[in-house]
């Protein structure tokens, strides 16, 4: 490890969360969607700005919306016994139950990233 870093507690940084599908019961949530809903499907590349699925706005009354800048990865699937799939929010959205979200308390911490 360089001697200018530290080591410190992914909690100390940020703060993570979990998606959930909006009830597909519910035609309303999926018609006219404009509001991006990530899946493992979208964690393909390093950025997100669009994913495959679009929301309602009324879906997402019961879902956490992430902004710019989250950090996604795939924690559900079978995907994560191979690979550890990650990407970084370029545009506003929210998740499934598939995916955990790390929001950064200071942005300035992904100086390495950008």
Do not use: C, H
Not at 43 to 63: F, G, P, V
Request: hydrophobic share 40%.
């Amino acid at each position: 490890m360089p001697e200018n870093w530290e080591w410190v507690r992914l909690k100390d940084l940020g703060q993570f969360s979990s998606g959930k599908t909006p009830s597909k019961q519910v035609p309303s949530n999926w018609a006219n969607g404009t509001i991006n809903w990530f899946t493992s499907k979208d964690i393909k590349s390093d950025y997100l700005s669009k994913s495959q699925i679009l929301i309602s706005e009324k879906a997402t009354k019961e879902l956490q919306l992430y902004p710019a800048g989250t950090l996604l990865m795939v924690v559900r699937s079978g995907i994560p016994k191979r690979l550890f799939p990650v990407s970084l929010l370029k545009a506003p959205g929210t998740i499934n139950q598939d995916i955990k979200a790390f929001q950064i308390y200071d942005e300035r911490i992904w100086f390495v990233v950008k």
